[in-house]
Each structure stands twice: as C-alpha cells, then as structure tokens.
C-alpha cells in the first residue's frame, strides 16, 4: 500500500515528460526508474521510493507500539511467559474481563503519556485497536 | 429510595476515575494502595447480582473517590522531596 502511495504521490503529468520513443531506452538506465512507453507516444515513469515514515500514518501502528502494548497487556494480566499475544489477541481471549481492560488502557495512558477518553476506551476490544488509538493520540499531541 | 442497579458504563466509569485519582498522589505507597484496593473491591463485588446490594456498593464506591479525591489534594500540599526507592530504575 505504500508503494501505490509512493507512485501516485511521484506521477507526472505526461504532457511534461513526453519523449519520442527512440529515446525511452536511453531513461531506463536509472536505478529504481521505471518507463513504459505505449504506443500513444507518451509514456507513465513510475518511480518506486523505500517507504518513508510519512506514509505509513493512514496505515496501522507502527511495530514497536504493538510491542509496547503487548508487554505491558502481558504484564498486567500476569501471562505466563509462553503465551503468544499478537496485534490480532482479543482482550477476552487472553482471559481479561472489562476491569481487566479499564487497567490495561491506564496502564497504556501511563506508558504513552496519553488520555483516552471513555468512549473510545469502549471500543477497544483487541491489542492492535489500542494501539492504532495510541499512534493516533500520539500524533494529536504532537501535532 | 428506590435502588436502582449501576449500569456497567456507570461502574467502569468510576473504576476509571478511581484510578485516575490514584495517579495523582506524589507518594508511591498511597498510589499503590489505591490502585490495588479499587481493583479488588471491584473484582470482589463484580458478582453482585441483587440490584440494592450492587447499588450500596456503587454508592459506597463514589463515596471513596470523594474522599480519595481531597486527600489526594492535601497529600500534595506536602508531598515528599525524594523519590521512593521502588520508583527509581534499576542500576
């Protein structure tokens, strides 16, 4: 999904980059640029750029937030070491009931420095909801 | 008076404002303790199925964040220069 971002955000106009077709091959030389010249004598240069941090905003956490929350989910619920807890672990399946969970997100405030009010408290049900909520709270705060 | 039964936003609600209080304390013991005993009491009465007895403890509940609530207040009046021993990282 970032790719496609990264391609509509870099598309140029064809009007600006029309070349007669004898040339295209001469443009293909550079690293990570990409011509495909058509037959309508104007061609689309879809250029591919290493995902920057800007784009993955609309995408969900970043990894060392679920990390976070999953440690301190861990901590607070007293799992043993064994137990697996991923982005997907419901709260409910990890054993934890509503009071369990009113912790967990104060816990999680504590951590992030965050407030999260109650009826977005309500809506967590799974460790990536908290911690798309959190990444979201952080960037509001920051910004 | 009529004892009407807390609705489970309204208990969670104040389990959230206990704890939030609890932050507030300077001292690491009241914060703790606060903490620990609004976690118990609450999971200890979560199986309260008759509606006076759960609204007792609802009331008995909200009577407690009043008080946690200006104590918090008078224990920042003299809050203590140094940090507790179990608040500093470990070396």
Same mark, same amino acid.
């Given at each position: 999904?970032?790719?496609?971002?990264?391609?509509?955000?870099?598309?140029?106009?064809?009007?600006?980059?029309?070349?007669?077709?004898?040339?295209?091959?001469?443009? @293909?030389?550079?690293?990570?640029?990409?011509?495909?010249?058509?037959?309508?004598?104007?061609?689309?240069?879809i250029?591919?750029r290493?995902?920057?941090?800007?784009?993955? @905003?609309?995408?969900?956490?970043?990894? #060392?937030?679920?990390?976070?929350?999953?440690?301190?989910?861990?901590?607070?619920?007293?799992?043993?070491?064994?137990?697996?807890?991923?982005?997907e672990?419901?709260?409910?399946?990890?054993?934890?009931?509503?009071?369990?969970?009113v912790?967990?997100?104060?816990?999680? #405030?504590?951590?992030?420095?965050i407030? &999260?009010?109650?009826?977005?408290?309500?809506? @967590?049900?799974? &460790?990536?909801?908290?911690?798309?909520?959190?990444?979201?709270?952080?960037? #509001?705060?920051?910004? | 008076?009529?004892?009407v039964?807390?609705t489970?936003?309204?208990?969670?609600?104040?389990?959230?404002?206990?704890?939030r209080?609890?932050?507030?304390?300077?001292?690491?013991?009241?914060?703790?303790?606060?903490?620990?005993?609004?976690?118990?009491?609450?999971?200890?009465?979560?199986?309260?199925?008759?509606?006076?007895?759960?609204a007792?403890?609802?009331v008995?509940?909200?009577?407690?964040?009043?008080?946690?609530?200006?104590?918090?207040?008078?224990?920042?009046?003299?809050?203590?220069?140094?940090?507790n021993?179990?608040?500093?990282?470990l070396?």
């Amino acid at each position: 999904m970032a790719h496609s971002l990264a391609a509509a955000a870099s598309f140029s106009p064809p009007a600006a980059r029309r070349r007669p077709p004898s040339q295209v091959t001469n443009a @293909i030389s550079s690293r990570g640029l990409v011509s495909f010249n058509s037959q309508r004598m104007s061609f689309v240069s879809i250029r591919s750029r290493p995902s920057q941090l800007r784009f993955k @905003i609309c995408c969900s956490a970043k990894k #060392e937030t679920v990390d976070k929350v999953c440690m301190i989910v861990k901590s607070q619920l007293a799992l043993p070491d064994g137990t697996t807890v991923t982005g997907e672990s419901k709260f409910s399946e990890l054993g934890a009931d509503s009071l369990d969970t009113v912790e967990i997100v104060m816990g999680l #405030e504590e951590e992030f420095n965050i407030t &999260v009010d109650e009826t977005s408290a309500q809506d @967590i049900a799974t &460790v990536q909801d908290a911690a798309n909520l959190i990444e979201k709270l952080v960037l #509001e705060k920051a910004a | 008076m009529a004892a009407v039964a807390p609705t489970r936003a309204e208990v969670l609600s104040l389990f959230r404002s206990l704890l939030r209080t609890a932050r507030q304390f300077s001292d690491y013991n009241i914060r703790e303790y606060t903490r620990r005993r609004a976690a118990d009491a609450f999971r200890e009465n979560r199986a309260l199925s008759d509606a006076p007895a759960a609204a007792a403890a609802f009331v008995d509940g909200k009577k407690q964040l009043e008080v946690a609530k200006r104590q918090a207040v008078v224990y920042s009046l003299y809050a203590p220069k140094a940090k507790n021993i179990m608040e500093m990282k470990l070396q």
